[in-house]
């Protein structure tokens, strides 16, 4: 059980991060995972009252508010529309719609947990993160950034030309997922992202660049390159076993995954 | 620590420990309606509407509910009645543990969307365990409710 | 018939929909103390020392018990009729901790807060030794699960302690072996199933307080109110004349609730205290130290002349009881008594099992009782065994399966099938699933085949011999009813069924009769709802006690009428003398106020009822899935279910009986199983982690009912209640197999079994 002994709701985020260098103290999201803990918290941060709760769209980027719930990105329809709606996808699995709107986009990726399909969903596209401290660096960065005590604040996605597909595969509906994957061609970089290994998402690293210049190749280079990709794919990234499912079968999977969101990217395939 | 915020239409004042969730907040009030089923967010038995949007009381804290508006089932009776006797006539109803917390989010899921389809429903109530019923009759009640409802808007 | 087989509304429906406080913890005294459990981090300890000074002085705290306190007399949980088949292997603490989660020390206080506080401050020295947490490994195993001399059986079943054996047996007819060398077709195989959680939407919960007598009063969420006023009088050792439970609404049982698995934590504090408490697991305590599906692994050997015939049928079960012997020496039994009698033309069958104990929690009840278990090995090596012959698995049914009047070879409870309409199922299901243009697969030409797969399954009707129904009918003064039961109705609406009955019994409308349902100072005598009893045998007790109070309403209105009573009759609403003029008759309301006044007769019956047979109810399901021939993934598009269960005495409750069990049964079959890890301790203990079916995870399910009559149910009815959940493990196995090639003989069929399947067989291709 989670026991609290003060609880601030801040005027700002400056006040929040200075609340927050004290180690008992604890910044809350969305609560979903947190009250699960065993914790006795010095102090909680509510940082709900700041009005980062929102998504606002500008011309080269969205901005999205720590606090605003999956639900809300989930049913957002200009991100869905730049995204063809993979956000809407990497979002409706989890667990229910009461879920989703207490869980909040902050609180999954300031977790950077293993089996987030957020963070595999936003590893796809070029985003950044907005720390009150360390302020603006790329999610690719911030993910393997150890824990510290700063503030997440925003989270931005820069608007580049975007073909993006995201799949994952579930025991049952709403469980974790046993694997996530994205493929998405941000400009002209192609970009995969294996989730739920079950370690965090990790970007594909292309170092045979199997998938350069995806974007002209004609239809048969494309099944060539993905169907190479997908073996590579399967051969470099790092799966483990779990309760869920043995590192083979995630292998399998990501082999399988890859291909399919790459296929759909390439126009290949509508829909599994 | 001191909330203020709507219960049931109500506007209340409530000296709260900061730990104290949701869930039992509203019990202790005597919302019985509000169930725990789970402690871990997934079987929505605790459904409760913030400010009309369907959340888990397990998983908030009451202090959450500072300056909002919360709806529970006790505050729906006359429409948990209409509703209900749609279950009722399927014998949906069971052992009557999840119906309210699947009530409510039946309220949010139609306030949210007009005429939802079969797959709609299933995917917006996924959140909402049952283990009596195998849910077949739940979602025959709600599409006989959405025609019944349909009917008397019509007429 | 007025209701029964009518779609009657339940009589408590619109309490529930709309969110009345009902349940235990909604009645629960206020001023309760909080019972909370500490609980062995040690899958096998001793505890040497316990500390528990500075527990104590935590503000709040009202008492904290350890196994000092307790009475040192051995008893089970488990809720049978006495003396029960399962051991006596429990004391409430035992310094003897048997697996991760077992009780140390119960601690009561004012709050959560100080009782959480003081669990943290109790100090155990625990002398940990190794585990058997491997149930193969257990039988003769050096380690001892009960090594104490007091462990006791009441009925001898084969168990002892030392072998770390809780029963075994032999049961044989023929000669299995010679008869099964004479087979031209013969299948060997073993299947595994896992133990399941029953996760009942509403926790194991009791409230108990002191009455003005000085007796304790046990509020709990159980199916057997009687056994477990018996067991905290056994456990408490206190006559069970100072123990009264009472029933409120219960959220859900499937027979996890038919084990006393929270009333005797509360009970002793209240006992010890004087003071009300209350116990609600959590959902983490009710998935690591409950009472979930027996674990079995079953091998089934059979074999069919070259015409199809099943000729020799021969079941081995090995059952994991876990670290107590609950309801493990009678589930056993289904595993083998219900799924041989599927095969009407066995000529000769055995059937032997061991239960072992295991360091794991204990197991129990769980809706087909491990009918379940057996009927998916039996049905899935008869589907083997079709297709080595390369016969459509539903012919080989058709022609093996029971009829009306025929033998059910194995079964002990009838003499034959009495009622029986397998054959009308089967020609339903294929008619609905469209078997003939589906089976046996279609390629849908995306990577993804379809397949079909069928299942025969039997259950029983009570426990024949055994279970005890009882009702208690009274004339109010205004003519009203009161229909006492001590049947216990847990949202499966055996209240509103009875008073069904009642009421065509009577020939009064539902609204006339109240149903009072349960209290042990009360209610008569009930065995309490569990083994599909309810209804066939609390049902006859219903109709007998109504036609006897037929019987006494008739004479108290002769009497008014001064005429004999074999001159008058009596049609619900009116004592009438037969063929006089109309105004010869007293109203129903006025015999019942003279009921009240200068009165000799009783205008009440209590009857009893207990019946020497259990009328098996029969189904057939068929399933078809689609399969994802890359990633394994299987969806359940469509469960279609014929079933026979003797007249459905309310069809709607019927059906959803139906739809619930198939949906739990797809659960098992596909995703639900309770792990562990090395140590012994439960890696799936919340909903978060142990994945319960929703509503998005399965297709359809359509049920249809192909009714016979049973002439001893009532109104011809049997039951449902666990039937339902036998079919889909072998149907939907079979269907995997129809659309993959692949056979899965461990449940649950997961994605990555399906999907390494199907790549081992590209390999071997």
Not at chain 1, 164 to 171: A, D, E, G, W
Not at chain 3, 117 to 146: C, T
Not at chain 3, 589 to 614: C, D, M, R, W, Y
Request: net charge negative.
């Amino acid at each position: 059980m989670l026991k609290i002994k003060s609880y601030v709701k801040v005027k700002n985020v400056a006040e929040a991060y200075e609340l927050n260098q004290k180690k008992t103290a604890l910044v809350l999201g969305g609560m979903v995972w947190l009250k699960m803990g065993n914790r006795n918290i010095s102090t909680a941060i509510d940082l709900s009252g700041l009005g980062l709760d929102t998504i606002q769209e500008f011309d080269d980027e969205f901005v999205i508010g720590c606090m605003t719930p999956l639900r809300e990105l989930e049913i957002n329809e200009s991100l869905n529309e730049y995204t063809h709606g993979a956000i809407q996808e990497s979002l409706r699995h989890i667990v229910g719609v009461q879920f989703r709107n207490c869980a909040t986009v902050g609180g999954s990726i300031w977790g950077r947990y293993g089996f987030s399909d957020v963070l595999t969903m936003f590893l796809g596209m070029d985003t950044w993160v907005e720390l009150y401290d360390a302020g603006k660096i790329p999610l690719t960065e911030f993910v393997n950034r150890k824990k510290d005590n700063d503030i997440l604040v925003n989270i931005i996605v820069k608007k580049q030309p975007l073909r993006v597909c995201y799949m994952s595969q579930r025991n049952t509906k709403t469980d974790f997922p046993v694997l996530t994957c994205v493929a998405s061609m941000i400009g002209e970089e192609a970009r995969t992202v294996i989730g739920a290994r079950p370690g965090h998402a990790v970007v594909v690293e292309d170092k045979d660049h199997i998938l350069k210049n995806f974007k002209n190749m004609t239809k048969k280079q494309r099944e060539e390159a993905i169907r190479k990709f997908a073996e590579y794919a399967a051969a470099n990234v790092k799966t483990s076993g779990n309760m869920r499912a043995s590192a083979e079968y995630r292998t399998l999977l990501v082999e399988v995954l890859t291909k399919r969101t790459w296929e759909t990217i390439g126009g290949m395939k509508d829909e599994y | 620590m001191n909330i203020s915020f709507w219960l049931n239409g109500a506007y209340r004042q409530e000296e709260i420990e900061p730990g104290m969730l949701l869930l039992d907040f509203l019990r202790e009030k005597g919302c019985f309606s509000v169930k725990r089923g789970c402690e871990t967010a997934n079987c929505g038995l605790c459904t409760v509407l913030l400010d009309e949007r369907p959340v888990l009381s397990c998983s908030m804290l009451a202090a959450r509910i500072d300056g909002k508006k919360v709806v529970t089932l006790e505050g729906m009776q006359r429409e948990a009645q209409e509703f209900g006797s749609f279950l009722a006539n399927e014998g949906a109803e069971q052992c009557g543990f999840c119906n309210p917390g699947f009530i409510m989010n039946v309220f949010a899921m139609l306030n949210e969307l007009k005429e939802p389809t079969e797959e709609q429903i299933k995917e917006y109530l996924a959140g909402n365990l049952c283990r009596c019923s195998g849910f077949v009759s739940q979602t025959a009640s709600i599409l006989k409710f959405l025609k019944y409802k349909k009917a008397q808007e019509e007429a | 018939m007025k209701y029964v087989n009518q779609p009657v509304r339940k009589t408590d429906a619109m309490a529930l929909v709309m969110g009345k406080p009902v349940y235990t913890d909604d009645l629960a005294p206020k001023d309760c103390l909080i019972v909370k459990i500490l609980r062995s981090p040690h899958a096998n300890a001793w505890v040497e020392d316990i500390k528990t000074g500075n527990a104590e002085k935590v503000a709040g705290i009202a008492c904290i018990l350890t196994y000092k306190d307790v009475p040192q007399k051995r008893f089970t949980l488990a809720g049978q009729t006495a003396p029960e088949m399962s051991p006596d292997d429990r004391l409430i603490i035992d310094r003897h901790v048997r697996f991760v989660g077992d009780v140390v020390a119960i601690v009561a206080g004012e709050t959560e807060d100080a009782v959480d506080k003081a669990l943290k401050r109790i100090r155990v020295q625990y002398r940990v030794e190794a585990p058997v947490l491997d149930m193969h490994k257990a039988k003769d195993n050096p380690i001892l699960v009960h090594p104490e001399e007091d462990w006791k059986l009441k009925i001898p079943l084969g168990g002892n302690n030392k072998r770390n054996l809780c029963a075994e047996a032999l049961e044989e007819h023929g000669d299995v072996d010679k008869v099964l060398s004479e087979c031209k077709y013969t299948v060997e195989q073993t299947y595994h199933t896992k133990a399941n959680q029953q996760t009942m939407m509403e926790t194991f919960r009791t409230a108990c307080y002191m009455d003005h007598f000085g007796r304790l009063v046990v509020l709990s969420s159980t199916q057997i109110p009687f056994h477990v006023r018996r067991i905290v009088g056994r456990a408490l050792d206190i006559p069970a004349s100072k123990v009264r439970v009472i029933k409120p609404r219960i959220g859900g049982g499937f027979g996890a609730k038919q084990t006393s698995v929270s009333e005797i934590y509360p009970a002793i504090v209240t006992w010890k205290t004087g003071r009300p408490s209350k116990m609600i697991f959590s959902r983490y305590e009710s998935m690591i130290c409950s009472s979930p599906r027996h674990e079995m692994e079953i091998t089934v050997r059979a074999g069919a002349d070259e015409n199809g015939i099943i000729k020799a049928i021969d079941v081995y079960t090995l059952s994991n009881t876990g670290a107590y012997g609950e309801h493990s020496s009678t589930t056993v039994g289904l595993s083998g008594h219900k799924s041989i009698g599927l095969y009407r033309h066995t000529e000769a069958y055995r059937f032997a099992f061991d239960v072992v104990y295991t360091n794991v929690q204990a197991a129990g009840a769980y809706r087909g009782y491990g009918a379940t278990q057996g009927i998916f090995a039996v049905e899935s090596a008869v589907n083997e065994l079709a297709h080595k012959m390369g016969m459509d698995p539903v012919r080989i049914k058709e022609l093996n399966m029971p009829i009306e009047g025929g033998p059910l070879p194995g079964y002990p409870d009838v003499p034959y099938a009495q009622s029986c309409t397998m054959d009308k199922c089967m020609a339903r299901a294929k008619e609905m699933m469209d078997w003939d243009s589906k089976y046996p697969f279609r390629d849908m030409g995306n990577g993804k085949v379809r397949g079909v797969g069928v299942a025969m399954a039997m259950q029983g009707s009570s426990i024949a011999g055994v279970d005890v129904g009882g009702a208690d009918i009274k004339l109010n003064e205004d003519g009203s009813y009161t229909l006492a039961l001590g049947c216990t109705d847990m949202g499966t609406g055996c209240d509103t069924i009875m008073a069904q009955i009642a009421a065509d019994c009577l020939e009064t409308p539902m609204e006339n009769i109240v149903v009072f349902s349960v209290d042990t100072d009360i209610s008569p005598y009930d065995s309490g709802s569990y083994a599909s009893s309810t209804t066939y045998t609390t049902g006859v007790a219903v109709m007998k006690a109504c036609q006897e109070l037929r019987k006494k309403i008739c004479e108290l209105g002769a009497q008014m009428l001064e005429v004999d009573q074999e001159k008058v009759d009596f049609d619900g609403s009116y004592v009438f003398c037969d063929g006089e003029d109309e105004e010869k008759r007293v109203s129903l309301e006025q015999v019942a106020l003279k009921g009240t006044f200068f009165n000799n007769i009783e205008l009440q019956v209590v009857k009893q009822h207990s019946s020497p047979l259990s009328p098996p109810p029969f189904m057939v399901g068929m399933a078809e899935v689609e399969v994802d021939t890359e990633t394994g993934t299987v969806e359940v598009l469509d469960y279609v279910a014929a079933v026979d269960c003797g007249t459905p005495i309310n069809p709607n409750l019927a059906r959803v009986q139906t739809e619930g069990g198939i949906a739990q049964g797809i659960g098992m079959a596909l995703f639900e199983d309770v792990q562990y890890t090395e140590k012994g301790k439960v890696r799936n203990n919340s909903f978060m982690q142990y994945k319960i079916p929703t509503r998005e995870d399965f297709g359809n399910i359509r049920v249809a009912f192909e009714s016979s009559y049973e002439e001893s149910g009532p109104f011809g009815a049997k039951s449902i209640g666990e039937l339902v959940i036998d079919t889909p493990c072998p149907a939907i196995a079979e269907a995997i197999y129809n659309a993959t090639g692949v056979r899965v003989r461990e449940l649950p069929i997961t994605p990555e079994k399906v999907a390494m399947g199907i790549l081992k067989k590209k390999l071997e291709k």
